[in-house]
């Protein structure tokens, strides 16, 4: 049950794209479609952005976006404003019915 | 709406017990999976615990494995979490979240369990 590899930080001006990695191996992200992100701000529950690898709960705007190639997915956000700093994790089923988080990726935006 | 709110959380003494709620509603609770998700403060996101929709299949993160016991009550729409044999390490905001095919989706509020004496 080791975390899920994630970049410490990412950051990008108003307007700019930013893509968040998540790192894991074939007996999670690899090896199942229940890759998921969530976005969270301070002091508040996380929020469910992208399910399933790249779909988009109603009400999450499509500039958030996800995919997956082997054992990394990935979160990409485009056209970034203010409101988007925040934390995001990855989250993956790992089998077994057990499941692991990402380390957690801070996002500036400058 | 749907709606998820922790409580049972506070302040217990190394070794000690304690046992946390999550109140559902706006949702056929048992209906689905559920999970706790813990949050040290100021660190990532780490997963708990897993139910089923009956209570009859449980699943636990290593680090919990054996001191705490996760259960539900469909009738009355609570999930529980009973922590025992507290060790420092496990102070964090436990939160309560809704599965969806295999993914947290909604999640509550939170509760602060810290261990100290």
């Known amino acids: 049950q080791s975390a899920l590899t994630q970049p410490r930080s990412v950051s990008g001006s108003p307007g700019q794209s930013v893509t968040i990695s998540c790192t894991g191996t074939?007996?999670?992200?690899?090896?199942?479609?229940?890759v998921s992100w969530y976005q969270q701000h301070p002091g508040k529950a996380p929020k469910l952005m992208i399910s399933d690898v790249s779909k988009r709960p109603s009400g999450v705007p499509d500039r958030f976006s996800g995919s997956k190639s082997g054992n990394t997915a990935s979160l990409s956000i485009s056209g970034l404003q203010a409101e988007d700093e925040a934390d995001y994790y990855c989250c993956s089923y790992a089998g077994s019915y057990t499941w692991v988080f990402g380390g957690g990726t801070k996002l500036t935006v400058l | 709406e749907v709606q998820l709110v922790e409580s049972g959380g506070g302040l217990v003494q190394p070794g000690g017990s304690l046992r946390l709620s999550c109140a559902a509603s706006g949702f056929t609770f048992s209906s689905y999976w559920m999970h706790w998700v813990r949050q040290a403060p100021g660190k990532g996101l780490l997963w708990v615990s897993r139910?089923?929709?009956?209570?009859?299949?449980?699943s636990y993160a290593d680090s919990v494995k054996g001191r705490f016991i996760i259960s539900r009550d469909n009738a009355k729409k609570t999930l529980y979490l009973q922590m025992n044999s507290l060790r420092a390490e496990d102070t964090a905001v436990y939160y309560c979240?809704?599965?969806?095919?295999?993914?947290?989706?909604?999640w509550g509020q939170g509760t602060l369990v810290t261990v100290s004496s």
């Open positions: 139910i089923d929709s009956d209570g009859s299949s449980t």
């Open positions: 979240a809704r599965d969806s095919y295999y993914q947290p989706d909604r």
């Open positions: 074939s007996s999670d992200v690899g090896g199942y479609n229940y």
